[in-house]
């Protein structure tokens, strides 16, 4: 049966833009509380609020004397110590009011008393007895964070959507938060072509390839927030790989990989468009990945209850199948994790050597960014195409190339999307 859908190959940047309108308009999974830690790497489904103002008293980042700073305007000056206050001294150990000419001895983390506008390290200073000597003026305010400077009270610590790493956590254990309440991750079906594809399991002929795709797919579905469920190798033969995709159309999400390039045996675009799918693009003008396909099968039929599947077609090479994932399909997978959309982050490094490409198309090339600091420099890691992921495992990010120069020289800054 011949394939009736009409190609559409975007640009780049029109096949992002397409993902991104989709990825906004997806709906909001259900939600689960789990304790804290359980709760790393999850996205929070409700914000964190500051039960207290952060900090929740004027605190000194220093150890030193709690001073006001118009007395030691001029230095020398000599102060009345009134006391000593450590991090957690209790309210009625602290000297109600510095007033004119006098000091507090203060410890870094403690609450900084009333009258008091500076903390003097005790670097510039020497006590004996109850005197101590400054050395060295403070501006008002120096070396004190004020109540609530970093965050007040009722105000939003944590926004709902925000994967939850190393520092939302801290802040939402502040907040004394031992509960969260994060979005379920989304089920993401893993879908497999080719007659030439076999199980790792199995014992490969001369002229079959261990499904690799799978693996990769299921690593970068964990990574952005996904529960990978792994269907079957499907053959390239119709009426088998449709049974496939619409167990996979059960899923919230289905990634298919191989089978969408224009062989006779590439099947999936025929058989979703027998399945009534619809699609948004067939094709974007990248390297690698440029047959990537993606569509929503489903959507409309009056007896289910899910308002369609979002499917992706990526490209069988395993090179093809990472890069187009990390372009398009992400945004899908982290929208129906709840998370709130990104804008792919791009960072800049400098050529080692020249490269020379023909214009065209937008290219994602396996990269080694090396040296340290100032002389960090990146350079193409050596490879035969797409289907080298030896090479790309040898990699650490992508050199970025836009479709619309051929030479690009030693010394220039480039955009590099990490890996
Ligand atoms: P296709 O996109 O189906 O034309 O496949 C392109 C290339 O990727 C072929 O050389 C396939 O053998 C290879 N390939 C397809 N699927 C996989 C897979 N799951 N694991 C490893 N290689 C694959
Ligand atoms: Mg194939």
Redesign the pocket.
Known sequence: MPVTQVPVVLSFEDARRTVEQHASRVRQPKVEPVDLLSAAGRVLAEPIQADRNLPPFPRSTRDGYAVRAADVARVPATLDVLGEIKAGESLENIPKHIGSVQAASIMTGAPVPYGADAVVMVEYSAQQGNRVEIQRSVAPGENIVPSGAEAKQGSVLVERGVRLNDAAIALAASAGQSRVRVYNRPQVAVL???D??VSIDANPGPTQ??????YSLAVQIRKAGGEPVLLP?APDEPRKLRTLIEEGMKSDLLLM?????M?RY?LVEQVLTELHAEFFFTGAKIQPGR?VVFGKCGAGAPAREKPGTYFFGL????V??MVTFELFARPILEALAGMSLRKLQFTYAKLKSEIRVKPGLRRFLPAMLSGEFEASLVELVPWQGS?D?AATARANCYIVIPSDRDRFPAGEFVAILSR
Do not use: A, H
């Not at 390839?209 to 799978?214: E, G, Q």
């Not at 990989?257 to 390039?261: D, M």
């Not at 490209?315 to 395993?318: D, R």
């Open positions: 497999t072509t080719g030439e594809i390839i261990r499904n690799s795709n799978s190798i990989t191989g089978g969408v390039s062989g590439d047959p490209p069988g090479n395993p093809s199948t289907g992921v």
